[in-house]
């Protein structure tokens, strides 16, 4: 699949744009802080629903203007076109694919599939287990889209318990919500467990690869993978025993919403232990092994979005990202603030674009 065009209006800087897009490369370069980084936004919102930046819809919209529109045209691998369009209003998004009101998600949602390298991903590494549950669940929303019904079905019985917490209701009101909970939260660990072991391979191969195989990366989620009906009975088990400090402290202790995901390099802590470099190689390493892994899935390549993807990578890592990329046969976006070394490691098979203050220049 690819993405031919893209339209956008009253998007962040961008006021009005029309662009056609290269099957391989398609590179946006210039300075800081003029729109590059916007237009991969627009591009992974069109496809995804969601800003991998987290942005509010009113960050989206220019403030003289009562909404952005993203529109694009794709074009899957049956030979079929697919038209996008997003409407963002301050109070929501009305979605649209071939002119109607979107109906299932996941329809919409295989149109584009995107997958986005950005140095705000490479900052979860560091931070706290919310930041790397974040990365994994979108990873595994990209592979599977019921799994986002699946977190919003978790997110309202997790709200309504942690109600009843605080008002301090008994065993009894809070035992339907708790079994919902176990149900629910049962489900999202075995999907996180059954895609961090499908990429596993993928994802070593990968890590070795761009670490001149001088490091060994690895995942580490739980007790790895463990069947549903297991995963609910322990998490009753667990809300069982903590039922009074619960009480105690008015919200729910145990569940999928806290967990953590270990990112380890020769079996230390990444967050703690990892360069910037290091915390960079490994995010990249995952994205790879994301891409390889919906390929095999679908049987045609994702769309790659890489935002200042060689910032702190030595020459070694360069190169193996390089050969990667023009190795793979799928649509690539790349933002750079100087495009030569982009030349000079061989992405010359697409169109360059110089952005300036909200307006893409495309190269002659």
């Known amino acids: 699949m690819q993405l031919e065009e893209l339209t956008l209006s009253c998007y962040r800087n961008i006021e009005r744009l029309e662009l056609q897009f290269h099957p391989r490369f398609n590179i946006f370069y210039g300075k800081n802080a003029q729109g590059k980084t916007n237009l991969l936004e627009a591009?992974?919102?069109?496809?995804?629903?969601?800003?991998?930046?987290?942005?509010?819809?009113?960050?989206?919209?220019?403030?003289?203007?009562?909404?952005?529109?993203?529109?694009g045209k794709s074009l899957q691998g049956n030979g079929v076109y697919k038209t996008l369009q997003i409407d963002v209003h301050r109070n929501g998004?009305?979605?649209?694919?071939?002119?109607?009101?979107?109906?299932?998600?996941?329809?919409?949602?295989?149109?584009?599939?995107?997958?986005?390298?950005?140095?705000?991903?490479?900052?979860?590494?560091?931070?706290?287990?919310?930041?790397?549950?974040?990365?994994?669940?979108?990873?595994?929303?990209?592979?599977?889209?019921?799994?986002?019904?699946?977190?919003?079905?978790?997110?309202?019985?997790l709200k309504q318990r942690n109600r009843l917490l605080k008002d301090n209701k008994s065993a009894a009101e809070l035992q339907p919500w708790s079994e919902a909970l176990a149900q629910s939260g049962a489900r999202i660990r075995h999907a996180?467990?059954?895609?961090?072991?499908?990429?596993?391979?993928?994802?070593?191969?990968?890590?070795?690869?761009?670490?001149?195989?001088?490091?060994?990366?690895?995942?580490?989620?739980?007790?790895?993978?463990?069947?549903?009906?297991?995963?609910?009975?322990?998490?009753?088990?667990?809300?069982?025993?903590?039922?009074?400090?619960?009480?105690?402290?008015?919200?729910?202790?145990?569940?999928?919403?806290r967990d953590d995901i270990h990112f380890l390099l020769d079996g230390r802590s990444l967050r703690i232990y990892g360069s910037q470099g290091q915390q960079r190689s490994f995010v990249l390493a995952l994205k790879t092994a994301q891409a390889l892994d919906l390929e095999q899935r679908h049987g045609e390549p994702p769309l790659l979005l890489l935002d200042d993807f060689l910032g702190e990578l030595d020459a070694e890592r360069q190169t193996f990202f390089f050969n990667f990329l023009r190795e793979r046969s799928?649509?690539?976006?790349?933002?750079?603030?100087?495009?030569?070394?982009?030349?000079?490691?061989?992405?010359?098979?697409?169109y360059y674009y110089r952005v300036e203050n909200g307006y893409v220049h495309p190269e002659a």
């Not at 560091?126 to 595994?140: E, H, S, T, Y």
């Not at 799928?330 to 697409?350: K, N």
Request: one cysteine or more; glycine letters at 8%.
């Open 330 to 350: 799928g649509q690539v976006f790349i933002t750079a603030t100087d495009a030569t070394p982009l030349r000079q490691g061989g992405l010359t098979e697409g």
């Open 192 to 257: 996180r467990s059954v895609y961090l072991t499908a990429v596993a391979q993928n994802f070593a191969e990968c890590h070795a690869h761009i670490s001149q195989m001088q490091e060994t990366a690895q995942i580490r989620y739980r007790q790895g993978l463990v069947e549903t009906p297991e995963l609910e009975q322990e998490l009753r088990d667990d809300l069982e025993q903590q039922y009074e400090q619960e009480r105690r402290y008015g919200i729910t202790l145990s569940g999928p919403h």
């Open 93 to 157: 998004k009305a979605v649209r694919l071939n002119g109607k009101i979107l109906g299932r998600p996941d329809e919409y949602l295989n149109c584009l599939r995107p997958i986005v390298f950005a140095p705000e991903e490479v900052g979860l590494v560091k931070g706290g287990p919310q930041g790397r549950r974040r990365l994994i669940d979108r990873a595994v929303f990209m592979s599977w889209p019921g799994y986002l019904i699946e977190l919003q079905q978790y997110e309202r019985v």
């Open 43 to 71: 591009i992974h919102l069109l496809g995804s629903l969601k800003s991998f930046r987290g942005a509010r819809n009113e960050e989206l919209i220019q403030n003289s203007c009562e909404l952005a529109r993203l529109c």
